[in-house]
């Protein structure tokens, strides 16, 4: 399998899935209890992630990484839809 279909499978597994980070890993502890939507996996294999914070965020698209977490219970806790909306009072 080359890199291209790697990578396509990825997408297809990953994207539009409801995630949290596996906090045990230090440098994921800042999102530790943060449910995030996968947006898309880059050709570096990462998973872009919007964490509802207004920034977008790779992390390594693998279970190593990150736990899928059921779409009903993520819907719950993921409170924004589109974090990548002006925010009034913060523009300058």
Known sequence: MDR???????????TGKFVVVKAERPELKRFDGIV??????????????????????DITAS???????????????????NSAQPIPEKQG
């Open 4 to 14: 291209f279909q790697f990578v396509d499978d990825l997408q297809r597994e990953w």
């Open 36 to 57: 995030g939507r996968v947006v898309t996996v880059n050709y570096n294999g990462k998973a872009v992630i919007d964490f509802q914070d207004g920034g977008w965020y």
């Open 63 to 81: 279970p190593e990484f990150l736990t899928k977490v059921d779409p009903e219970e993520a819907k719950a806790k993921y409170k924004n839809v």
